[in-house]
């Protein structure tokens, strides 16, 4: 279950800066994560982030996330498995299609969660939420309509945000064993995700090694626009619990 509990949100981080067009260093991740770093750091604060760590988020918070999720995870599934189609190594299109695979268990492992939290199997959702439209809507056309790094860029975020908030979780897992999400926070702790992460990231230095420096452009502004949108989606969430 290594990847499973590891890769296992759609959250947001906060709203970053026009300082991400600065020049370009060698690696392109270098650009791209250190203009952003900074403000994963401040993620945890959010009210949806910090109370689901010390177990205070409400139980209707909770679940309009996962029903959201759920909705949002089965397109992000056939965004990765578009994206594996249009890479030409053996080894990058299985990378995708094995994140594609891992991504539909995570649907099971979403309703699984609601059902124990819950004690009854989680609705079909009525109505997803505009923030996840658009959210799902801007991976998928970049993912059909973009060129290949800036499609890959766009759906970098899903991977390096969760990875840096899991860094900030193993922090505070002392504090937070009594957490009634605990279940659900357990992948945070799982360090074997991190070498996925990184592996995405090798992927996309060698797409910007050789590509343009317009298009290097075009693969910052998909991963920043990305993470603004999971944002947006993420003060939503906490938005109605409240």
């Known amino acids: 279950m290594i990847d499973r509990r590891a890769f296992v949100f759609a959250l947001g981080t906060c709203v970053v800066y026009p300082s991400v067009f600065a ?38 918070s909770f679940n309009y996330y996962l029903e959201q999720n759920v909705f949002y995870l089965k397109a992000y599934a056939r965004s990765l498995s578009l994206l594996a189609s249009r890479f030409s190594t053996e080894d990058e299109i299985r990378f995708f299609s094995h994140h594609a695979s891992v991504t539909i268990d995570l649907i099971s492992y979403s309703r699984e969660t609601y059902q124990k939290v819950n004690q009854k199997e ?10 996840v439209l658009d959210y799902v809507n801007f991976e998928a056309a970049h993912c059909a309509f973009s060129d290949l790094p800036v499609a890959a860029s766009a759906m970098y975020p899903c991977f390096w945000v969760y990875w840096q908030i899991g860094m900030e979780y193993r922090k505070m897992k002392k504090a937070t064993e009594n957490n009634p999400y605990s279940d659900w926070l357990a992948g945070y702790s799982d360090t074997a995700y991190d070498e996925q992460v990184k592996k995405f990231g090798r992927i996309l230095n060698r797409l910007a090694s050789n590509s343009s420096s317009a298009t290097r452009k075009e693969m910052l502004a998909a991963f920043v626009s990305d993470v603004v949108t999971k944002n947006l989606f993420l003060r939503r969430v906490t938005r109605y619990g409240s």
């Not at 770093?37 to 993620?43: C, E, I, M, R």
């Not at 989680?122 to 923030?131: I, N």
């Open 122 to 131: 989680m609705p079909v959702l009525a109505k997803p939420e505009k923030t």
């Open 23 to 60: 020049s370009y260093p060698k690696e392109w991740t270098d650009e791209a994560e250190t203009d952003l770093k900074d403000y994963v750091h401040g993620l945890v604060s959010q009210p949806y982030l910090k109370e689901l760590f010390n177990g205070t988020l409400s139980k209707a």
